[in-house]
Nanobody
Framework: QVQLVESGGGSVQPGGSLRLSCVVS???????????LAWFRQTPGKERERVAA???????????DSVGGRFAFSRDIYTENALTLYLQMTNLKPDDAAMYYC???????????????????WGQGTQVTVSS
């Protein structure tokens, strides 16, 4: 498993933007590996839901219908010690308010269909608030 650290959450008005980042590192991290990395979000009393996923190293990107056209990954940045990905969120809506979690697993041929239970590594979360 790798370690994940998210940042970039905050409070914005409807229509605003935020950029979340997820840094993947740790003793299990390898610059030569590809990962399926996903962003999930959760509000109190609801299940954690996936909103976007990416296969690193130039692979495909996937977006939930609720965020398609508003959320976008930047290309991953690999270094010897860590992998960084950004999720640009634009035109934020009150329904986007949640705790956002980054999750990752080594890519083994599947990414789009992976569910919450398939990810072994999770970050601590970053809070996104959208209100006027």
């Amino acid at each position: 498993q790798v370690q994940l650290v998210e940042s970039g959450g905050g409070s914005v008005q409807p229509g605003g933007s935020l950029r979340l980042s997820c840094v993947v590192s740790g003793s299990s991290y390898s610059r030569s590996s590809r990962y399926c990395l996903a962003w999930f979000r959760q509000t109190p009393g609801k299940e954690r839901e996936r909103v976007a996923a990416i296969i690193t190293g130039g692979g495909s990107m996937f977006y939930d219908d609720s965020v398609g056209g508003r959320f976008a990954f930047s290309r991953d940045i690999y270094t010897e010690n860590a992998l960084t990905l950004y999720l640009q969120m634009t035109n934020l809506k009150p329904d986007d308010a949640a705790m956002y979690y980054c999750a990752a697993r080594e890519y083994r041929g599947k990414c789009r269909t992976l569910g919450r239970a398939d990810y072994g590594s999770w970050g601590q979360g970053t809070q996104v608030t959208v209100s006027s």
